[in-house]
């Protein structure tokens, strides 16, 4: 293989590690900024927040977060082609087709806050915040054009720096203007002699931020743009096919590619929105008190969920590179690509998600109290944890493995699989919940048998129609070992530090460190990582140096 092939072979790793470097800062900063919001809201209001955000993400769903993947799909598959001009009139369309669908969810999420909170979630107290959320579907829908015209062409730098910046801004102005509003409503709740004004003001506020934020990353990109307009022009010149798509074809094309990655994400996202309103029904039913049930899922919502979608954003970074390289895999019909970028990715997922999953689940108790506080419910909350950690590897799988097939251009089969999976998964969270009565525990356990079947279907599915097998040793052993050691440190480190220092905070994040440590060591000691793909990390090159003065490789 020349140079140049093998740079291109390599360079949706380094593009994937790129979004799943920045994800994963993203996360940290949304993980930072939630502990104050968590602190000012309690799990009340939490639960109220969560439940307008719940509606916001489902009709964002509907109306146009698979607008980035459908972009970059189709402007990677006519740059493939040499088609510039095709490409970007396509983006031209659907930034229209953005304004459009973006706007009108905004319009009925708006207007329609009293039916989705009180209706669909359950949650009547979330109405305000939902109005807030409301404009930011607009705003996100033109954002997530601009980020996918940018993936198609290779690069993740700009959705890297755009979500960065949006998070950044949306720290700052959540954690401000939920104090403040928290501190209004207290007063109203004072004056009416009621409960719940304060969690109700404070989850808005808390909801400003996301909007002022993706308006902060939408305003870079627009920017980032405008710069680019020259490179843009010189490919077009470039481009000698003389016809173009017509606008009727192009929004057909958008149509038929975005319909069942609509269908597909919403379906395997529609859980959330499910399980909210499924839960509180059904415990309202049994007659469980109206603060319980809003306490318990601001605690499996703002604090299990928190941090168990962390690591989950590397699965949806990779996919996210993943698709466009698959798709020029595809129609170069270049097989053994395909297979290798399948198998790469895959691999890359495991060893980030399955360490991860071990350290939560080992260290879960001291984690949360180092940054939430020791709390009354921080029992429960170490216990979630503990069981769903396995989640964390399960839906890291299943959302990568959806990008798979969508690169692959089989549509409907993540739409197919996802619909079969959360028929199972409502059916078992209703009987958890009636039977059983599990409360909040019966949740994580649907969603955990959600996206084990999710894993399943999707697997089948890529093995069939690519004839691909899955390397089993290096991309499940090893990093199943390497974490049971590091677990081990990590727990032992605790434990002695603890009767050392009797210090939660230094005891848990010395014991993290010494565990990402171990691991590392780990890994390469048991051959888990190769130089070659070592290098194709973040900072690859550093870590391969300092492997080899240490003499690991």
């Known amino acids: 293989m020349s140079t140049k092939k093998q740079k291109q072979s390599s360079n949706y790793i380094v593009q994937g590690g790129i979004l799943a470097g920045a994800s994963i800062l993203v996360r940290i900063i949304g993980l930072i900024y939630r ?64 304004l459009v669908s973006g706007g009108a969810a905004a319009l009925i999420v708006f207007f329609g806050a009293g039916f989705f909170s009180e209706v669909v979630v ?65 007063k109203l709740d004072a004056l009416l002699s009621t409960e719940t004004a304060a969690y109700a003001y404070g989850a808005a506020g808390s909801t ?16 980032l743009t405008l710069v680019f307009r020259r490179v843009m022009k010189e490919q077009i010149a470039r481009d000698r096919h003389e016809k173009t798509e017509s606008t009727g074809q192009i929004l057909y094309l958008i149509l038929a590619t975005i319909l069942p990655v609509i269908l597909s994400t919403a379906v395997y996202n529609i859980s959330g929105i499910i399980d909210q309103g499924i839960f509180k029904h059904l415990l309202d039913y049994r007659q469980y008190d109206s603060m319980r ?85 921080t029992a429960l909350s170490a216990s979630l944890l503990q069981m769903g950690s396995i989640s964390v590897v399960l839906y890291g799988m299943s959302t990568l493995t959806n990008g798979i097939l969508q690169g692959m251009n089989k ?65 499940f052993v090893i990093p199943l070992v390497a974490s049971a050691l590091m677990g081990a440190v990590c727990y032992g480190c605790y434990r002695g530090l603890m009767l050392a220092a009797k210090n939660n ?10 565990g990402v440590f171990v691991y590392g060591i780990a890994m390469l000691l048991l051959k888990g990582l190769t130089e070659e793909e070592l290098r194709r990390f973040p900072k690859g090159y550093l870590l391969v140096s300092v492997a080899k003065k240490l003499r690991l490789m």
Not at 438 to 466: E, G, K, P, Q, T
Not at 505 to 514: D, E, H, P, Q
């Open 505 to 514: 905070s230094i005891a848990t994040l010395v014991s993290c460190a010494a």
């Open 293 to 377: 049930i809003d306490e318990l899922w601001g605690i499996f919502s703002g604090e299990y969920k928190l941090l168990t979608n962390v690591p989950i954003a590397v699965a949806s970074a990779m996919a996210s590179s993943v698709i466009p390289e698959m798709t020029r895999a595809r129609v170069n019909r270049d097989r053994k690509q395909m297979r290798k970028k399948t198998e790469n990715s895959i691999r890359f997922v495991m060893v980030i998600s399955i360490p991860c999953a071990v350290g939560m689940s080992v260290l879960a108790e001291p984690i949360l109290t180092l940054l939430f506080g020791a709390e009354e419910h």
């Open 122 to 186: 359950s949650t009547p107290e979330s109405r305000l915040a939902l109005q807030v959320l409301a404009p930011t579907i607009l705003i996100v829908a033109l954002m997530g054009c601009l980020r996918g015209y940018f993936q198609g062409l290779g690069s993740m730098v700009p959705t890297a720096i755009s979500q960065i910046i949006e998070q950044i801004i949306n720290a700052a102005v959540s954690i401000g203007a939920a104090w403040y509003l928290f501190r209004y409503g207290a």
């Open 411 to 475: 549509m409907r089969l993540p739409v197919i699989h996802a619909a079969i999976a959360l028929a199972a998964h409502v059916v078992l969270l209703v009987v958890l919940l009636q039977v059983f009565d599990l409360h909040i525990y019966a949740v994580v356990w649907a969603n955990i048998f959600f996206a084990f079947l999710m894993c399943i279907l999707n697997s089948r599915s890529i093995a069939r129609y690519m004839r691909y097998r899955q390397e089993v040793r290096r991309t």
């Open 35 to 98: 502990i104050p919001v968590t602190r000012i809201l309690g799990p009340v209001g939490n639960s109220y927040y969560s439940a307008a955000y719940e509606v916001y993400s489902m009709m964002l769903l509907i109306s146009s977060f698979s607008l980035p993947l459908a972009v970059s799909k189709l402007v990677s598959a006519r740059l493939a082609k040499g088609r510039a001009k095709s490409a970007y009139k396509l983006f031209g369309c659907t930034m229209l087709f953005a």
């Open 208 to 223: 400003l931020g996301t909007g002022l934020g993706a308006l902060a990353g939408f305003l870079f990109l627009i920017f």
